[in-house]
């Protein structure tokens, strides 16, 4: 009941139970009061005699298409959240990074002479890997035939 209630005023658990609070005892409870209390909600779900009202007052107002958020006091936990100064180039450059690594993988398979279409394949099956092993190693790859017969 608290989560769907919270939920219809568009506010989280916690503001809920200090809306509540405000509207039982006409005045603002103590934060460590509340956080006991809340506390004791999350872990045994045990919801406050002052909590339940409020949120039978809520799904009922709800069900009967007459719930107002600023009727009820809600509106003073509005959060509008900011977005980021460059968050649409942030959204943007992933898009683009991904894109870029789509066609990369694309290529490796659909273009004639890529490494994953030309006859000789490593003996591992990972062409990539395998030309950085012998790299590191400092040898030089063995010829497509002697690579076939490891199969």
Known sequence: MVMDAAAALGIREYDFFDLAFRR???RRAETRFLERVFADYMFH??????????????LSRMEAGTLSKAALGAGIYQRHEKIPR?????????GLAVLA???LIMAIFLFP????NMECRSASGNWFFES????????E???CDVQKTHR
Not at 48 to 54: G, K, N, T
């Open 45 to 58: 779900r045990t919801v406050p005699p002052w909590v339940r009202s409020l949120g039978r007052e809520v």
């Open 141 to 143: 790859k063995p010829p």
């Open 132 to 139: 950085w092993v012998y790299v590191i190693a400092g040898k």
């Open 86 to 94: 460059l968050g649409w180039l942030n959204g943007i450059m992933s």
């Open 113 to 116: 002479g890529s490494p994953a």
């Open 24 to 26: 039982w005892f006409g």
């Open 101 to 103: 690594v789509y066609a």
